[in-house]
């Protein structure tokens, strides 16, 4: 028997699985597809996620293969204001006062490589979850190969359609929007527009997210379509939304997009008895500001110690429902609303008139000063949270 299976191969499950191998337990990681997913996703890990991946020991390098930056631009299209800021009022603050830019799937592989390394860590790739039954002592999980898997605790990373969620018949509340988001990495020289190495236009039609990604020129640009448009020609009208977001000289290489559905939606509970829901098969979130790829990280930083303990020192498992309760809350209170505040403002232009302008100044007052910055930035430090253990013995 395992002490812990994780389902799920993208950078939850593999930051939680690493973080347990690390800390001692006996871990197998079980993934459906037969690698981790390459698709354009979350690329921007905020300052405030660093301590983490530095405790684990792969901030070093992930910041090698991805790169560090500072600044913000936010440009409003219709008029060509730019209001742009950085981080450096965060000197001082922090050990690592930036963030990182490194697509989410380099993060999974990192992690990933590290787990394969520890004799007490198991990855299995092409494994898909079919049933999963409790007991007293511990957990069966059956494969689409018939195969039974046993574990003392699970920890479902299985994403927004998460099968251990609809195994524990868990609802999952919220609502689906009525836009596609359109994810495409892109080889273009938006820098000779004078665009920011993060980049939010703010527009009612045209409104994107554009953020170097890699050292090599290539960019992330995150635009929006009517979701009733036929999804499996989204690649024929990408030339044309590019005429409205490619602004820099030269023409452009498209190297892969992917579009997908948003939500905002919440497990009812992220545990029940001997199983435990993190990332996006508990919490799933527009992916405006980049605060669901964030609050996924913080679930496994949180996550990995307290189940540590629980596992390796015989601590008490209610410590995991103060987890589950404490990440719940921050999501519904913190995560979702400025998810959902931002994709307004960047997508929708906030309807424009009174509201948008009141958006714009709080951006301006960023920008002007230092103090208001501050405040600003440590909102994604706000969808952190210690671990119950860490709690307990602090």
């Known amino acids: 028997m395992k002490d812990v299976i994780v389902v799920g191969g993208g950078p939850t499950g593999f930051i939680t699985a690493l973080g347990?191998?690390?800390?001692?337990?006996?871990?197998?990681?079980?993934?459906?597809?037969?690698?981790?997913?390459?698709?354009?996703?979350?690329?921007?890990?905020h300052w405030s996620t660093l301590d983490g991946l530095e405790r684990l020991g792969i901030r070093e390098e992930a910041e090698r293969i991805g790169f560090p930056k500072q600044d913000y631009l936010w440009l409003v299209r219709k008029t060509g204001e730019?209001?742009?800021?950085?981080l450096s009022v965060l000197q001082g603050t922090t050990r690592f006062p930036y963030n990182i830019h490194l697509g989410q799937d380099r993060l999974a592989k990192i992690a990933r490589d590290r787990l394969e390394t520890l004799p007490n860590a198991?990855?299995?790739f092409g494994t898909r979850l079919e049933r999963l039954v409790q007991d007293a002592d511990g957990v069966t999980l059956t494969t689409d190969a018939g195969e039974e898997l046993r574990a003392r605790w699970i920890v479902g990373a299985d994403g927004a359609g998460s099968t251990v969620r609809h195994e524990l018949g868990l609802a999952f509340e919220g609502f689906t929007w009525p836009e596609r988001f359109v994810a495409t990495n892109?080889?273009?020289d938006f820098e000779s527009a004078d665009y920011g190495l993060s980049t939010m236009v703010i527009d009612d039609k045209w409104g994107a997210v554009i953020v170097k990604i890699a050292r090599d020129g290539l960019w992330r640009c995150t635009y929006m379509e009517d979701a009733s448009l036929p999804e499996d020609s989204f690649l024929d009208r990408v030339p044309a939304a590019y005429e409205h977001l490619l602004v820099g000289k030269g023409g452009y290489r498209l190297d892969r997009?992917?579009?997908?559905?948003?939500?905002?939606r919440c497990a009812e509970t992220f545990r029940r008895g001997r199983v435990v829901l993190a990332g996006d098969a508990a919490h799933v979130t527009n992916p405006t500001g980049g605060f669901g790829?964030?609050?996924?990280?913080?679930?496994?930083?949180?996550?990995?110690?307290?189940?540590?303990a629980v596992v390796l020192e015989?601590?008490?498992?209610?410590?995991?429902?103060?987890?589950?309760?404490?990440?719940?809350?921050?999501?519904?209170?913190?995560?979702?609303?400025?998810?959902?505040?931002?994709?307004?403002?960047?997508?929708?232009?906030?309807?424009?008139?009174?509201?948008?302008?009141?958006?714009?100044?709080?951006?301006?007052?960023?920008?002007?000063d230092p103090d208001v910055r501050l405040q600003r930035l440590?909102?994604?430090?706000?969808?952190?949270?210690?671990?119950?253990?860490?709690?307990?013995?602090?």
């Not at 191998?21 to 690329?43: C, H, K, M, N, T």
């Not at 209610?318 to 400025?338: G, K, M, N, V």
């Open 20 to 45: 347990l191998a690390q800390a001692g337990a006996d871990v197998l990681l079980i993934e459906a597809g037969d690698a981790v997913i390459d698709s354009p996703r979350a690329a921007v890990y």
């Open 82 to 86: 730019r209001i742009g800021y950085d």
């Open 122 to 124: 198991e990855v299995r």
């Open 186 to 188: 892109v080889y273009h």
């Open 257 to 264: 997009a992917a579009p997908y559905k948003m939500h905002q």
């Open 293 to 308: 790829l964030t609050t996924g990280l913080f679930d496994a930083f949180s996550l990995w110690p307290t189940l540590a």
């Open 314 to 368: 015989a601590a008490d498992p209610a410590l995991l429902d103060r987890w589950a309760e404490d990440r719940r809350r921050i999501y519904l209170e913190r995560t979702s609303p400025q998810a959902t505040a931002y994709k307004r403002f960047v997508f929708h232009a906030n309807g424009g008139g009174a509201e948008l302008e009141a958006a714009l100044e709080g951006m301006r007052a960023m920008a002007r």
């Open 378 to 394: 440590m909102f994604t430090k706000g969808l952190e949270t210690a671990s119950p253990v860490e709690l307990e013995t602090s």
